[in-house]
């Protein structure tokens, strides 16, 4: 178990702080505008909410800006928040769950909620000019995930090709490297 309030509350900062002019800019993630990115966070918000209260949940197909609700800069931190809270009970932990269309442990589920507040979050930061941080406890805990992650399983649909940043790179851009994100990218 760990809480993902710190990094759903950073992630919440930066969508607050998106200009109306961010949204049709490009994000490290390809294909995705920043429009498109905050909709994907708000499904996945949704999506691991239900995760975590082991409620199946069809429909969060998420990544298209025309989706991103008018008054994203509340409601997504608001989703953000309430995906962190369904995570603090141990029963959110234990078991069998969803997301995502797959069948996992709940606790793994957890960990890939994190990967993705964690990574989406660098992602905005990047796009939009903000700073971006992380606490190092979580970082070990995507860092964990992300490294688990085969070759073979990164065809782009959860990490593309790992992308080489070497051995006194930052656990941050170690990281981002293994999820197929270039450290660099601006």
């Known amino acids: ?46 999506a691991f ?29 608001q989703r953000l928040g309430e995906l962190a809270q369904a995570w603090r009970p141990l029963e959110a932990w234990e078991g069998m769950t969803a997301a995502g269309g797959l069948d996992l442990p709940a606790e ?3 960990a890939v ?6 990574l989406h979050g660098w992602d905005l930061a990047r796009a939009t000019g903000q700073p971006f941080e992380v606490e190092p406890d979580l970082l070990e805990v995507v860092y964990g995930f992300v490294s688990s992650i085969g070759p073979d399983d990164r065809d782009g649909s959860l990490f593309g090709p790992a992308v ?8 941050l851009d170690r990281v981002l490297g293994l999820s197929g994100r270039n450290p660099a990218w601006s």
């Open 108 to 110: 793994v589920a957890g």
């Open 164 to 171: 080489e940043v070497g051995s006194s790179a930052s656990l």
């Open 49 to 77: 909410t239900m995760a975590a209260l082991k409620t199946p949940v069809e429909g969060t197909g998420s990544g298209d800006a025309a989706r991103l609700p008018l008054d994203f800069r509340e409601s997504v931190p």
């Open 1 to 46: 178990m760990f809480d993902l309030s710190p990094a759903a509350d950073r992630l919440a900062g930066l969508v607050r702080n998106v200009s109306d002019g961010d949204l049709k800019a490009p994000t490290p993630c390809p294909n995705y505008t920043v429009g498109d990115l905050l909709d994907h966070v708000n499904g996945l918000s949704v």
């Open 113 to 118: 909620a994190l990967d993705e507040i964690v």
